[in-house]
């Protein structure tokens, strides 16, 4: 009930690709899905989150798609470029949690 | 403005030593958290501080584990005792109380 499934666990892309990562989540309880980028050596930073009233939220290049029958939701990163190359996190929260629960993470390659 | 702050960025210690992990969240946030990344894996849920509430300690892995939240601002993580399956990067993060969590550096935990 409390997990959260990420996948692919490494995803190598060519410059101008679309990246796509995907989550999957149990408890309909969540209601906040972020998703965090990590270079090597830093914390996690919030990338881009989206809440279940919509199905798509897009920053930039950056567009999150929930499914909320599926309860999946996924990261789509347009254009990829080599500086987007980190791992990236999915997480969710709610009911009655206030911390988050984290996928283990996939990490992006995208060659020049 | 500052970023949530951690120290040290890097502990080394001996099997048996206790260790204390230092975090100071943004100013103004009322929650604040810590997690544990074991290498190649997701955001471990530890202990979650919200105001002048009881601490939500239910991530703790062991009772060598606790920490402490003084004047609802800097934070301390004691490991008592530490053992080589203790060696991590722990990370804090603050948040204003509604979703988005910031996080800090980490601090990366080592020992031998």
């Known amino acids: 009930q409390q997990q959260v499934k990420q996948s692919p666990q490494s995803l190598i892309v060519q410059k101008g690709g679309i990246s796509i990562i995907n989550c999957a989540y149990e408890?309909?309880?969540?209601?906040?899905f972020p998703w965090y980028q990590q270079f090597p050596g830093k914390g996690p930073a919030l990338l881009i989150a989206?809440?279940?009233?919509?199905s798509e939220k897009k920053e930039g290049r950056f567009t999150i798609s929930f499914n909320k029958s599926a309860k999946q939701f996924s990261l789509h990163i347009m254009d990829s470029q080599p500086g987007d190359s980190a791992t990236y996190f999915c997480?969710?929260?709610?009911?009655?949690?206030?911390?988050?629960?984290f996928g283990k993470g996939t990490k992006l390659s995208v060659k020049p | 403005g500052a970023g949530v702050s951690q120290s040290p960025s890097n502990k080394v210690t001996e099997k048996g030593k206790d260790v204390e992990l230092r975090c100071d969240p943004i100013?103004?946030?009322?929650?604040l958290y810590w997690y544990r990344q074991s290498l190649g894996q997701g955001l471990e849920f530890l202990i979650y501080?919200?105001?002048?509430?009881?601490?939500?300690k239910s991530g703790l892995p062991s009772d060598r584990f606790s920490a402490e939240r003084t004047g609802g601002s800097v934070s301390t993580l004691t490991i008592q005792r530490t053992q080589q399956e203790d060696s991590a990067v722990y990370l804090c993060?603050?948040?204003?109380?509604?979703?988005?969590?910031?996080f800090g550096p980490g601090t990366r935990l080592t020992v031998l």
């Open positions: 993060a603050s948040s204003s109380g509604i979703d988005e969590q910031f």
């Open positions: 408890n309909t309880a969540f209601d906040y």
């Open positions: 989206i809440r279940p009233d919509v």
């Open positions: 997480a969710a929260k709610g009911g009655s949690q206030g911390n988050l629960i």
């Open positions: 100013s103004g946030h009322t929650a």
């Open positions: 501080f919200q105001g002048n509430s009881a601490p939500d």
